[in-house]
T-cell receptor
Framework: GDSVTQMEGPVTLSEEAFLTINCTYT??????LFWYVQYPGEGLQLLLK?????DKGSNKGFEATYRKETTSFHLEKGSVQVSDSAVYFC????????????FGSGTQLTVLP | SAVISQKPSRDICQRGTSLTIQCQVD?????MFWYRQQPGQSLTLIAT?????????ESGFVIDKFPISRPNLTFSTLTVSNMSPEDSSIYLC????????????FGSGTRLTVV
């Protein structure tokens, strides 16, 4: 079945450091890919998405490119801030009739001042 | 996109009792999804609720434990029945409204603690 494998956490960075959170997936066809963020004590918010190969999603300085050849959707940010501290989830929606999201395990990011 | 109102936001319940969680959407949606997020874990789909038909449950989840109602296109409830401490989790509802443009929308979650 469909699955998402996400970089193990937790990740701790200093402010202004470069961030990469790896995400790879297994799915048939061409799934849609998402990154969601969960700030402490809050619900899930969509961070960015990509619906077809080579699409780049971007938001708030975060970027991720849908790589069909490597089945990856790695999240990057050039300079993290303390306010980026949160849990990040990679997710996919399969291209068939199933409409639900399948989530990765989540990566806890802590940014230190 | 859609706006979801989920309640209660949190509750502490005695083992053996049941809790019903409500999700109200501000527009009509075909599918509603119920997820569970156990402490420190990712989200796991419990079931998909379509209006006018029985909910579809994922492996490991059964209707007797998690009965779902979907009386119309804007509302759904999830009941956690005969609770035990292992049911302590965050429960979230989600809808796919304009997902291609806005992604999926999630309720704010219900933090359940069973004592």
């Amino acid at each position: 079945g469909d699955s998402v494998t996400q970089m193990e956490g937790p990740v701790t960075l200093s402010e202004e450091a470069f961030l990469t959170i790896n995400c790879t997936y297994t799915a048939t066809g061409y799934p849609s890919l998402f990154w969601y963020v969960q700030y402490p004590g809050e619900g899930l918010q969509l961070l960015l998405k990509a619906t077809k190969a080579d699409d780049k999603g971007s938001n708030k300085g975060f970027e991720a490119t849908y790589r069909k050849e490597t089945t990856s959707f790695h999240l990057e940010k050039g300079s993290v801030q303390v306010s980026d501290s949160a849990v990040y989830f990679c997710a996919l929606r399969a291209s068939g009739s199933a409409r639900q999201l399948t989530f990765g395990s989540g990566t806890q990011l802590t940014v230190l001042p | 996109s859609a706006v979801i109102s989920q309640k209660p936001s949190r509750d502490i319940c005695q083992r053996g009792t049941s809790l019903t969680i409500q999700c109200q959407v501000d527009s009509q949606v075909t599918m509603m999804f119920w997820y569970r997020q156990q402490p420190g874990q990712s989200l796991t789909l419990i079931a998909t609720a379509n209006q006018g038909s029985e909910a579809t449950y994922e492996s490991g989840f059964v209707i007797d434990k998690f009965p779902i109602s979907r009386p119309n296109l804007t509302f759904s409830t999830l009941t956690v029945s005969n609770m035990s401490p292992e049911d302590s989790s965050i429960y979230l509802c989600s809808v796919e409204k304009g997902a291609e443009r806005y992604g999926y929308t999630f309720g704010s979650g219900t933090r359940l603690t069973v004592v």
